[in-house]
C-alpha cells in the first residue's frame, strides 16, 4: 500500500465508516479502496504534507464514482479543499449534481477576479451556472443585472417606487416585446423539492446580503415548515456577537419578518435582542430590488451599525459582569487566537501598548462605552476616518473654511477607505495609506485634496501615514485582523461620528430631517423645491454628490428657528438607537 500512500490505518478508519453506515465489503473492495483514499489525502493534508491537485481530484473523482454517500463526509471535505485551490466543477460535471456536496461557503479564487477571498456559492438560475464569487463581485454582478435589466426592458427605478411595482413593469415591457401574453404563475400547493428549497435558500442569503455585509452570521442552512395555507417557510436565529433576532421566511407569500429574539430556555445568558418589535418585509422572488428593500429596513433599524447595550439599571451586579465579560472575550478572544496565546495576555499588552492605551481608554472606555465590539467594516471606515484621518493628524490644524468642505472631505476620506475594509480579509493598510496620501486625489468636482489644506498638505500627509501605519503595526503585531477590524468599528461609532455619512442609518435620518422640514412648510433646497421630498431623500444617499447649497441646507437648515426642527447638526435622529441587557431571571441579593 505504500506506494500509493494508503496506509493499513487508512483501511482501517475506511472500514469503520462502511460499518457505521451498516455496508458489508471486504478490505480489498473498490469502494473501501476508494474511501481509503480520500482518508489519506485528507490525513496528509491535516498533516500539512504535499499532496498535488491531481492527486486531490482523483481522491475525489474515484469517491465520487464508487461510495458517493454515507461516506464519512470525505466527499465535501475533498470538495472544500478542491475550492480552495480554485478547482471548481464546470456546469455539467457530475452528472449536474455537484453542487449538492460541495460548500455553500469557502475560500479560495474567485470566479471573477481570481483574488482568494472569502466565497459563497450562487445557483444555477437567470441563465447563470452555479459560481462562487467573493462578496465585492456578488455586488458587481447585481449591479451589471440591474444595468442590464434597464437595458432590456427600457424600464429603470422610479423614485420611491417598490420593488414589486418595478418587477410588473418590467415584466408588462418583456411581455409587450414578445407580443403575446405570458401566463400568470400556477400557485404553488404542494410540499417544495429539494432544489426548491436551495432556491428558496438562497434567495434568502441573498436579500440578507446587507445584514451578513454587516458582521452577522447568515446561516446557509435554515429550519423549514410548510402548510397549505402559507406554503414553504425558512427560519433561523440571525447572531452578532451577543446580539440575536429570529427571522421568518414565507416566500410562496413574499415575506420577510425579523422578531424580537428571546432566549427561552437560559442557553445564552449574555445574550440580547437587537430587535424591540416585529417588523415585515415584502421581498420578492426575483429582482434585485428586494435586496435594497431590506438594506434601508435593516440600516433604519439600527442593524446594519454596531450594536449599542447597555446593562438595565439595577440589574444584578454580578450578571452585568459576567456580560462586560463576555463582550471583553468578544473583543480581544480573536487576538488570542491570532497570537496563540491566552486573553488576559493580551488583554494586559493591549492597555499597556504605548500606541494603544490612550485609545482603549478614551474611545473604547468612554466615548464608545456602549458600543459593542461587533465587526462591522462600514462601520470601521468611519472609525478609520476619524482616527486616522481627522483627529490625531495635522487635518485639524489645518481646518478648512467651511464646514460644508470639511464635510465633503469626511465623505471623500470615507469613500475611499470602503474598498479596503472587509469583514472576512480584514483592513488592507496599504490601499488606505496609498488612498489618503495621493496628492492627486480628488473630489467628485475634480478639486484635489491637497490643494485644499495648501501649504499645510505635506504635514496632513506625513501625520496621516504615521497614523495608518501605527495601526497597521497594531493590528500585525498584537492584534490581528479580527480584533483590529472591531477596535475600528467602536472607534466609528461614537458621538463624533453620529452625523457622518457612511452609517448604516444614514437614509433613515435623512428621512426623518426632510420629513420634519417638509412638516414645517420649509422650503426644499434647489433643485429638489420642485422635485420633491422623495427626491431629495434619495438625492442624500450621495450627498458628496450635491451642491454646496443643499449640504448646507442638510447640516444646519439655514431658515429654522433655534427651537427646530433642526439639521443634521442638531437633529435627534442622529442619536443612536441603544438596547437594554435584562438579565431579568437574577434577582439581586436583598430584593
Same mark, same amino acid.
Given at each position: ?40 489525502? &485528507? ?26 454517500? &454515507?461516506? +464519512? ?18 456546469? @455539467?460535471?457530475?452528472? @449536474?449534481?455537484?453542487?449538492? /456536496? ?89 410540499? #417544495? ?25 447568515? #446561516? ?26 429570529? $427571522? ?53 433599524? !439600527?442593524? *446594519? ?56 481608554? /478614551? ?63 480584514? $483592513?488592507?493598510?496599504? @490601499? ?13 468636482? +475634480? ?20 497614523? $495608518? ?8 503585531? *498584537? ?24 452609517? +448604516?442609518? /444614514? ?24 422635485? @420633491? #421630498?422623495?427626491?431629495?431623500?434619495? %438625492?442624500?444617499?450621495? #450627498? ?8 448646507? /441646507? ?9 427651537? %427646530?426642527?433642526? %439639521? ?21 441579593? !436583598?430584593?
Amino acid at each position: 500500500m505504500g506506494s500509493t500512500g494508503i496506509t493499513e490505518a487508512d483501511v482501517d478508519m475506511a472500514m469503520a465508516v462502511v460499518e457505521s453506515s451498516r455496508q458489508s465489503l471486504r478490505r480489498d473492495d473498490p469502494a473501501v479502496q476508494a474511501l481509503a483514499a480520500a482518508v489519506s489525502v &485528507r490525513r496528509r493534508l491535516q498533516g500539512e504534507e504535499a499532496v498535488t491537485d491531481d492527486e486531490l481530484l482523483a481522491a475525489h473523482d474515484q469517491l465520487y464514482a464508487k461510495v458517493p454517500h &454515507r461516506n +464519512g463526509g470525505s466527499l465535501e471535505a475533498l470538495a472544500d479543499t478542491l475550492l480552495g485551490r480554485g478547482m471548481v466543477p464546470s456546469p @455539467g460535471d457530475y452528472d @449536474g449534481d455537484w453542487w449538492l /456536496w460541495w460548500p455553500k461557503k469557502g475560500y479560495g479564487p474567485c470566479r471573477d477576479c481570481r483574488e482568494s477571498r472569502s466565497l459563497t456559492r450562487y445557483s444555477a438560475k437567470w441563465g447563470k451556472p452555479y459560481r462562487y464569487l467573493c462578496a465585492r463581485c456578488r455586488k458587481q454582478e447585481l449591479a451589471d443585472d440591474t444595468a442590464y435589466l434597464n437595458s432590456v426592458t427600457g424600464v429603470t427605478p422610479e423614485e420611491g417606487e417598490s420593488a414589486e411595482s418595478l418587477f410588473s413593469r418590467r415584466t408588462a415591457a418583456l411581455i409587450g416585446q414578445l407580443g403575446s401574453q405570458a401566463a400568470a404563475p400556477e400557485r404553488q400547493v404542494g410540499r #417544495p423539492d429539494t432544489e426548491q428549497w436551495g432556491e428558496y435558500v438562497d434567495r434568502l442569503m441573498e436579500v440578507l446580503g446587507p445584514l451578513d455585509w454587516a458582521g452577522w452570521e447568515v #446561516p446557509d442552512e435554515y429550519d423549514s415548515d410548510w402548510d397549505a395555507e402559507t406554503g414553504p417557510m425558512l427560519f433561523a436565529t440571525l447572531w452578532r456577537t451577543s446580539a440575536a433576532l429570529d $427571522i421568518e421566511y414565507y416566500p410562496r407569500e413574499s415575506r420577510l419578518r425579523f422578531l424580537p429574539y428571546e432566549d427561552v430556555c437560559g442557553d445564552f445568558p449574555e445574550s440580547f435582542s437587537a430587535l424591540d418589535e416585529e417588523v415585515e418585509l415584502t421581498v420578492t422572488l426575483q429582482g434585485d430590488e428586494a435586496v435594497t428593500v431590506v438594506q434601508h429596513r435593516a440600516g433604519a433599524l !439600527g442593524l *446594519l451599525d454596531a450594536t449599542r447595550v447597555r446593562v438595565v439599571e439595577g440589574a444584578d451586579p454580578e450578571a452585568a459582569e459576567a456580560f462586560e465579560a463576555e463582550s471583553l472575550l468578544s473583543l480581544f478572544g480573536p487576538a488570542a487566537s491570532y497570537r496563540k496565546i491566552p486573553v488576559a495576555d493580551i488583554v494586559k499588552e493591549a492597555v499597556q501598548h504605548p500606541d494603544l492605551s490612550t485609545y482603549l481608554r /478614551w474611545v473604547v472606555g468612554m466615548a464608545g462605552r456602549n458600543v459593542h465590539p461587533d465587526p462591522v467594516p462600514d462601520a470601521a471606515a468611519l472609525g478609520i476616518a476619524a482616527w486616522c484621518w481627522r483627529n490625531e493628524t495635522a487635518v485639524e490644524a489645518h481646518h478648512l473654511p467651511s464646514d460644508v468642505l470639511m464635510a465633503r472631505v469626511n465623505m471623500a476620506v470615507t469613500r475611499a477607505v470602503l474598498p479596503h475594509v472587509c469583514p472576512y480579509e480584514g $483592513i488592507d493598510w496599504d @490601499g488606505i495609506e496609498q488612498s489618503l496620501t495621493d496628492t492627486d486625489w480628488e473630489l467628485p468636482n +475634480g478639486r484635489t485634496v491637497s490643494s485644499l489644506f495648501r501649504d499645510g498638505w505635506p504635514e496632513v500627509q506625513s501625520t496621516v501615514r504615521e497614523q $495608518i501605519r501605527k495601526w497597521q503595526r497594531l493590528d500585525s503585531e *498584537l492584534l490581528g485582523p479580527d480584533t483590529t477590524l472591531r477596535l475600528m468599528t467602536i472607534g466609528g461609532s461614537t458621538s463624533y461620528t453620529c452625523h457622518w455619512w457612511g452609517q +448604516g442609518r /444614514w437614509r433613515a435620518i435623512c428621512e426623518e430631517i426632510v420629513r420634519d422640514a417638509v412638516e414645517a412648510g420649509f422650503t426644499l433646497p434647489q433643485p429638489y423645491d420642485s422635485r @420633491g #421630498p422623495d427626491a431629495l431623500i434619495d %438625492g442624500l444617499e450621495h #450627498p458628496d454628490m450635491q451642491s454646496d447649497a443643499v449640504l448646507d /441646507w442638510l447640516i444646519d437648515m439655514p431658515e429654522a428657528p433655534v427651537s %427646530g426642527p433642526h %439639521g443634521l447638526r442638531h437633529h435627534p435622529a442622529t442619536q443612536p438607537l441603544v438596547r437594554e441587557y435584562d438579565p431579568w431571571w437574577v434577582t439581586p441579593e !436583598g430584593d
